[in-house]
């Protein structure tokens, strides 16, 4: 062999031998993430406060006020932390002009709070807020829940861990509590204008499936009366007529989402009442998704699992099972809420989410998802799409950059 060939081999190896090293130091971070929402932070919010955004900080909209958002030192995002903890290795110290990670006394570098975008402060035409109406991500897409309320709680059969109808009776925090289709439609122009629209989200709370449909439907119209074609998710029910599928993807909804929440049938029942016994139950969800492959594509349906309220095992037989169909099941960290049936419950240990995450990952690549696809169902995505994102090499130097949705315009 060559000199120069044996220097490109050995060049190469070196390259190889650096991303692994730089995706392991990645994959570490998210397992901090993980740890950090199950132990907390310690940290002197008045000393902080200057780094955090105070919109963010002062915000009705901000319902656990201190730290629950961190971009760790190497870019990993984690999200919906715990907050502040007396008893904890982990705390934040302000030094050197930035916000300092340190694990029990080992400096582990600087992190970032997030930042709101200034669109949520915009008036809509009617004179009501941006941000009453959507919120903006940090991948560049907006959020709408269309309704503060859900309709099981008149039958007493909310999801036992869901908080929705504990946070309408605030007022502050939820000032229009059925949004119009014309007011999401204008809220969705602003966004797309201001390079914040190349992802929309539209979910809210149960309500009957005729509704549900209509409103879909108004509400993509209103966008299509500026706009020939979207990007986003209609998070919805099962509905009874399978068909019906075919009008969200008609009137524009590029993805479809039914939120599962519970693989395991016995505590699906438990845990969501309503969803089982509205919708025609576990096996009629299944069917639905199956069949909205059908009408969408493979890798564009997708559902949802709160992670830490069945076993382990069950939740990713449910994620592969899925996976297998074509439909990427997104899972969160469950985090109990309070007001509701489960508030003083724990989550299961950072340890568990780990597991979760990484096998849940290894299988959203060996069903060869893409990375938008991670991006693309309800807000539970990131961690998993950022461990997707580590796992297929998608970063540069040991420094994951934030994913953005691919512009529309
Ligand atoms: S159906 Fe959705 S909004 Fe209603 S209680 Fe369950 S999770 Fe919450």
């Not at 869901?162 to 000032?175: F, H, P, Q, Y």
């Amino acid at each position: 062999m060559a000199i120069a060939e044996q220097e490109i081999i050995n060049e190469t190896k070196i390259e190889k031998q650096d991303k692994n090293a730089a995706k392991q130091i990645l994959l570490d971070e998210a397992k901090l993430g993980l740890l950090l929402t199950e132990k907390g932070i310690n940290y002197n919010s008045e000393e902080i406060k200057k780094f955090q955004d105070q919109f963010e900080q002062t915000s009705d909209y901000h319902r656990h006020k201190g730290v629950t958002n961190l971009t760790l030192p190497n870019g990993f995002t984690a999200r919906y932390l715990s907050g502040y903890s007396r008893y904890t290795p982990y705390s934040l110290v302000v030094e050197e002009g930035g916000v300092v990670l340190y694990d029990d006394g080992k400096r582990l570098g600087f992190v970032t709070f997030p930042v709101t975008h200034p669109i949520t402060e915009k008036l809509l035409s009617n004179g009501e807020k941006f941000r009453h109406i959507a919120n903006v991500s940090e991948e560049g897409g907006i959020s709408v829940a269309y309704s503060s309320e859900c309709s099981l709680k008149d039958r007493g059969e909310d999801c036992l861990f869901c908080s929705i109808n504990e946070r309408a009776k605030d007022g502050v925090l939820n000032k229009v509590l059925i949004k119009s289709p014309k007011q999401v439609a204008e809220a969705y122009h602003l966004a797309r204008q201001a390079g914040v629209g190349n992802f929309f989200r539209l979910t809210g709370g149960f309500v009957p499936e005729r509704r549900e449909l209509e409103y879909y439907i108004d509400v993509a119209e209103a966008i299509n009366e500026r706009y020939s074609s979207f990007y986003g998710v209609g998070i919805i029910g099962a509905p009874a007529d399978f068909s019906v599928l075919t009008k969200y993807k008609e009137a524009g909804f590029t993805n479809i989402s039914h939120n599962m929440e519970v693989w395991d049938k016995n505590i699906f029942a438990a845990i969501c009442p309503g969803k089982e016994k509205r919708n025609s139950g576990w096996q009629h969800w299944v069917d639905s998704l199956e069949y909205a492959v059908e009408v969408f594509g493979q890798g564009n349906v997708h559902s949802n699992i709160v992670g830490g309220l069945a076993p382990l095992e069950s939740t990713l037989e449910g994620i592969e099972y899925l996976a297998s169909k074509g439909i990427v099941c997104h899972f969160s960290v469950f985090h109990p809420e309070k007001g509701t049936p489960l508030e003083g419950y724990r989550s299961p240990e950072a340890s568990w989410h780990w597991k979760l995450l990484d096998k849940a990952t290894d299988i959203f690549i060996h069903y060869g998802f893409t990375t938008l696809q991670m991006y693309s169902g309800p807000a539970s995505g990131p961690h998993s799409g950022q461990v997707f994102q580590i796992k297929k090499g998608e970063f540069e130097g040991d420094r994951l950059a934030q994913y953005k949705y691919p512009s529309l315009d």
